[in-house]
């Protein structure tokens, strides 16, 4: 979807950069000064213990929590401090953890407040159609009520939702969670999908194996700091595994 | 028969106005959890306006009454409700009922506590024969308003990019930001509707009784949030069905109560509405998704 | 989340006196400030002696309040039913029987011919209001927020449309009740002010209220650990209705003129904004509050009589003190949310911070910066 600006994609542009970046619950570091960075057409995985901070650094990135950080940058731009909705028309998708769609309105109401946060309108006709094409549940429920939609469908429509923006960071937070195993098979193929088109990636997930083996590097966050970077070929490395998932 | 039929009549109309006072309550509780007991005196500057316009222009007087519904509207947003939007519904009440006896204070000291009078809407007290029956024109024209406003603002909301924006921000105010909504904007829109809303029912007020003090919307609104909590704040229908049903059994009690009860008429209807609160608490048409409401 | 007053609660433990001694201090220093109150403000003038009068009597209605809205986190709009018919027992009570028969002539014979000391007449109005308030308690106290609001607006409603209707309890609708004898004078009310306070503070330090305020600040978790809300906040209702009631009966012999039509919403909202300026959450800050805008109001009244600073007369328009109040409220929303005393009761003066009474987790928490609705997770 970079391509559609008509620059071509610069497989080396920084997307994201986070510097230090310290989340504080009364005084309690939730994060504690942690550094990553994610370049456009990459897929960085942050996985970890419950409690690691994780939701929380995500959650900072939209300011939705409060934060501080040396750095915060989407593009060049910083987002240090920016309501989240300004992260958002920078280019920034968060699909929090847990759906947060819209249950009242129909999956068609849904996909279109995609568009909110999308820069142009150029190309939607398009992309709805590719993002269709990922999720092919959306198109036969697509005036339907979103409430009614299972667990599973309905993350899939909120990554559909974000996809929607044509965001340069997409950030998903666990979205394979209570997922059956089709609609997790569904979901990472749309990532791969994604990210093939030049988008940056940053993906918070409990499956670790399974994220370690698709992300360029995978960041093992415990007790709000980063204890190790991991690469695809760890993911066949179980003992490594399981000390990064239950924390040092 | 024709008692029977015009106090239907009259008591559908005085629904209809009592709808638009609890949609425009019920739009704004949506939108940022506040209850705004000061949307009476966005009611009475509209009032006022038509009040003092009428004489020169009718159609002046409508429009500004209008432009300055939506103005008071918006100032008290921008002035008081915007600094307290991350506060709970209950300080945010309180922050209202301040506002709604600072306004009171301020109409009674520039317009006197006496009431002001001017033949509002003049040529529509009058009876007309529809099908055969007479009934009055205002409560038809009355209910027209009504139902005109209430589609439009269901068209609002339902096709336009902005009205879905706003159902979005009531529905999950968090998410809506991360996808970007402007809920300073989407907020402010809010208010601008229900100021409108209060500007239509500043008008069939008026042109009612054609007198205006400094609590004229004070009753309105007090039963209009009645009816949208009657009706149940999570969704706008339900304040919509609450405040018309209020509106009907006001009406109906005016119209019907036996004259030894009718001094104790408001202490009724209140008896109703507390037995009504104690069995529904959750409205009448609870919502599937029950909103926090505290 | 964590909060962060609980931290430092731990750094609090030098205290260089023992813990009952601080406690004591929260309830010394409303009783010295009342008492100082009543000093200062007696020596001024006579209309400064008027307007404590009504001060004082504001106090107790306004204690009355926190009992309930402080301690459960449920917004009462009705408690001026209470001052009500807390009034209107003691005026019944202490009427001439001239009097009586002439302003009130359709009462019931047991009502006209009852008449009783004004002691007992005051005990009897807090009776009164306690008992009403613990059978509306009883159907009303399983609300919350929004529809308590409403609920108790609605009983304040129909207890003000009964006493105006009713003429077999009262005077003929549009009527007073006039030349109500001034049975206590300043000390005594201010002593009778004092005996409330203490009475409050006694309750606050209860079990019942312990326990309402462990719901007031977490709704979820109170039923789970099995504290019966409903039962508590029914008693948090009575007390707080019973001190209404005084605060009634003091009222009719201070104003010496009662008519329904006074229990208005202009009352009510001076006795919220009297708690709320002052800091809902606590016993000081209803004491707090009813000071600062009582003095607030004597001197508007002043203004509004016209002062003469040498050549200039500075005067503003009668109607002023609401229009200020309403304005005072509001900037102390925006600025300061929990209030003057941000909710805590009266600090003990050797130490950095201390919390008794009231653990605050409502909006006197500073809220984080960009979104308020989000859930507060801690991952």
Same mark, same amino acid.
């Given at each position: 979807? +970079? ?68 750095? !915060? ?6 987002? =240090? ?50 993002? !269709? ?52 098979? +569904? ?12 988008? =940056? ?16 590097? +995978? ?9 190790? +970077? ?15 998932? !239950?924390?040092? | ?27 704004? %509780? ?37 432009? $300055? ?33 600072? %306004? ?61 924006? $706003? ?48 609590? %004229? ?22 304040? $919509?069905?609450?405040? %018309? ?50 | ?148 609001? &409403? ?45 409330? &306070? ?73 006795? &919220? ?107």
């Amino acid at each position: 979807m +970079t391509e559609r600006n008509g620059e071509p994609v610069d497989e080396s542009q920084r997307v994201l950069t986070v510097e230090n970046l310290t989340v504080q619950y009364g005084g309690v570091p939730a994060v504690d000064g942690i550094s990553f960075t994610v370049d456009a057409g990459e897929l960085v995985g942050i996985i970890g213990p419950n409690g690691a901070g994780k939701s929380s650094t995500l959650l900072a990135l939209v300011n939705a929590v409060r934060s501080t950080s040396s750095r !915060l940058e989407l593009l060049g731009l910083s987002i =240090a401090g920016k309501a989240p909705e300004r992260v958002a028309r920078h280019g920034l998708a968060l699909v929090p953890e847990g759906h947060h769609i819209f249950g009242e309105l129909s999956v068609a109401d849904n996909l279109k407040l995609g568009r909110v946060a999308r820069r142009s309108m150029a190309g939607l006709d398009e992309d709805t159609e590719w993002i !269709l094409s990922l999720f092919p549940i959306l198109r036969e429920f697509h005036s339907r009520s979103a409430g009614l939609l299972s667990g599973g469908q309905q993350q899939q429509l909120a990554i559909a939702r974000a996809l929607i923006s044509s965001p340069r960071l997409l950030v998903l937070d666990e979205p394979s969670l209570g997922l059956s195993p089709t609609a997790v098979d +569904t979901v990472f193929s749309a990532i791969a999908a994604v990210r093939a088109r030049g988008m =940056a990636v940053l993906l918070v997930e409990q499956r670790a194996q399974q994220a370690v083996a698709a992300a360029d590097r +995978t960041h093992v966050l415990s007790e709000g700091r980063i204890t190790m +970077t991991l690469s695809p070929p760890d993911a066949s490395n179980s003992e490594l595994l399981t000390k990064a998932y !239950l924390g040092s | 028969m024709i008692p029977l039929l015009q106090s239907l009549v009259d008591a559908v109309s005085a629904g209809a106005i009592y709808a638009l006072a609890a949609l425009g309550i019920g739009l704004v %509780f949506g939108i940022m959890r506040l209850a705004n007991l000061a949307h009476g005196e966005i009611i009475t500057g509209s009032a006022y306006t038509l009040i003092f316009l009428w004489q020169f222009s009718w159609p002046l007087a409508l429009v500004a009454s209008a432009v $300055v519904g939506i103005g008071i509207a918006l100032v008290m947003n921008f002035a008081v409700f915007h600094w307290l939007r991350a506060q709970s519904p209950a300080t945010l009440l309180i922050a209202s009922f301040g506002l709604s006896i600072l %306004f009171q204070r301020l109409y009674d000291a520039a317009f006197g506590t006496n009431v002001r009078t001017a033949p509002v809407g003049n040529g529509l007290s009058q009876s007309i024969e529809m099908g055969g029956i007479r009934i009055n024109l205002l409560s038809v024209i009355t209910i027209v308003l009504g139902v005109v406003l209430l589609m439009s603002v269901h068209l609002f909301l339902t096709r336009t990019s902005l009205g879905l924006q $706003v159902k979005a921000a009531s529905a999950d105010s968090r998410m809506a930001r991360i996808l970007g909504i402007r809920s300073g904007l989407v907020i402010a829109v809010t208010f601008a509707i229900s100021g409108l809303l209060a500007a239509a029912v500043a008008f069939a007020l008026t042109t009612q009784s054609g007198a205006v003090g400094p609590t %004229f919307g004070v009753q309105v609104t007090l039963f209009g949030l009645v009816g949208a909590v009657l009706g149940g704040l999570s969704k706008l229908s339900g304040s $919509v069905v609450g405040g %018309f049903a209020v509106g009907v059994v006001l009406s109906l009690f005016t119209s019907w109560l036996p004259p030894w009860a009718n001094d104790f008429r408001t202490a009724l209807v209140y008896v109703f509405v507390i037995i009504a609160l104690v069995f529904t608490p959750n409205g009448l048409l609870a919502g599937r998704s029950k909103k926090d409401r505290t | 989340m964590i909060d962060r007053k609980t931290q430092t609660k731990s750094q609090s433990r030098r205290l260089l006196a023992p813990s009952w001694a601080v406690d004591l201090w929260t309830l010394a220093v409303p009783l010295g400030a009342v008492y100082l109150f009543t000093v200062v403000g007696s020596s001024l003038s006579g209309s400064a002696r008027v307007d404590l009068g009504y001060a004082l009597v504001n106090l107790i209605v306004v204690v009355g309040l926190w009992v309930f809205v402080g301690n459960s986190g449920v917004l009462s709009f009705g408690h001026i039913a209470f001052v009500a018919v807390g009034g209107w027992t003691m005026s019944l009570l202490t009427l001439d029987p001239t009097i009586k028969n002439n302003v009130l002539p359709a009462l019931f014979p047991s009502v006209q011919d009852a008449s009783a000391s004004p002691v007992v007449a005051l005990i009897l109005g807090a009776l009164v209001g306690g008992v009403l308030a613990f059978f509306s308690g009883l159907v009303l106290m399983k609300l919350n927020g929004l529809e308590a609001g &409403i609920a108790t607006f609605a009983l304040l409603q129909v207890v003000v449309q009964v006493l105006t209707y009713w003429d077999k309890v009262g005077p003929k609708s549009g009527q007073s009740m006039v030349g109500i004898p001034t049975s206590f004078d300043l000390p005594a009310v201010m002593t009778i002010a004092m005996v409330v &306070i203490v009475v409050a503070w006694l309750y606050g330090h209860s079990t019942s209220a312990r326990l309402l305020r462990a719901s007031r600040d977490d709704m979820s978790a109170a039923p789970a650990s099995g504290i019966n809300v409903f039962r508590h906040r029914v008693i948090a209702f009575a007390v707080s209705g019973a001190l209404a009631g005084v605060g009634g009966a003091l009222w009719a012999q201070t104003n010496r003129v009662v008519q329904a039509s006074q229990f208005n919403l202009d009352f009510t909202f001076l006795t &919220i904004a009297m708690l709320v300026i002052g800091g809902m959450l606590s016993l000081w800050g209803a004491v707090v509050g009813t000071m600062v805008i009582s003095t607030l109001n004597h001197f508007l009244g002043i203004l509004e009589g016209g002062l003469d600073l040498g050549e200039v007369t500075v005067s503003i328009p009668s109607g002023s003190r609401l229009i200020v109040l309403g304005l005072s409220l509001i900037l102390i929303l925006i600025l300061r949310p929990g209030g003057i005393t941000n909710g805590r009761e009266a600090v003990w003066p050797f130490q950095r911070k201390l919390d008794f009474l009231s653990q605050a987790h409502t909006s006197a928490v500073t809220p984080p910066t960009a979104v308020s609705t989000g859930a507060n997770r801690a991952r």
